[in-house]
T-cell receptor, first 112, second 115 residues
């Protein structure tokens, strides 16, 4: 099995930069994904990283260090609409269907 | 309709009731999933179907019974549930292919309350 740890809550102000960390313990690793979920909404895919380093996609960037079993999601120029829960996820199992194990989620609150 | 849809959006049921949750995906994907989301807990994978075949059952109690009649539809049949089964039940789909991101597309969920 796999376990993922991330902070439960993060607070920041509009325009700031925030980093949400994720550490994982796995018997195998097939890439780290990030999902966003607004209150009352469905989780939506943000990013996927399988190689070490930083990948930038607009205001959001994702970092991975496989040797440290660690990754983070970096959100820049925070906006109020970024207030949501953010989940890291790692593929679990070697079966034919993609199975994800999710962290508990980090509740991001953006203040004006 | 686009994406992944789920019905009903809200459901209240007694412990002796039998009900079903429905999920439909309009994305042409070949894999579908049921997750349970409880407050302050990680998303818990319940069932996985790939090409209509169940590939995983993560030790889910038998009071939850999945059905996948085709690659676009997924049901979760519920009977004699317990109050602790109250949660948000999310359906997701993905296109299983070698390599690439494990992108799953989620429906809006069914908020289930068991009295």
């Amino acid at each position: 099995g796999q376990s993922l740890e991330q902070p439960s809550e993060v607070t920041a102000v509009e325009g700031a930069i925030v980093q949400i960390n994720c550490t994982y313990q796995t018997s195998g690793f097939y890439g780290l994904s990030w999902y966003q979920q607004h209150d009352g909404g469905a989780p939506t895919f943000l990013s996927y990283t399988a190689l070490d380093g930083l990948e930038e996609t607009g205001r959001f960037s994702s970092f991975l260090s496989r040797s440290d079993s660690y990754g983070y999601l970096l959100l820049q120029e925070l906006q109020m609409k970024d207030s949501a829960s953010y989940f890291c996820a790692v593929r679990e199992g070697s079966g034919s269907a993609r199975q994800l194990t999710f962290g508990s989620g980090t509740q991001l609150t953006v203040l004006p | 309709e686009t994406g992944v849809t789920q019905t009903p959006r809200h459901l209240v049921m007694g412990m002796t009731n039998k009900k079903s949750l429905k999920c439909e995906q309009h994305l042409g994907h070949n894999a579908m999933y049921w997750y349970k989301q409880s407050a302050k807990k990680p998303l818990e994978l319940m069932f996985v179907y790939n090409f209509k075949e169940q590939t995983e059952n993560n030790s889910v109690p038998s009071r939850f019974s999945p059905e996948c009649p085709n690659s676009s539809h997924l049901f979760l049949h519920l009977h004699t549930l317990q109050p602790e089964d109250s949660a948000l039940y999310l359906c997701a789909s993905s296109q299983d292919q070698s390599g690439g991101p494990d992108t799953q597309y989620f429906g809006p969920g069914t908020r289930l309350t068991v009295l």
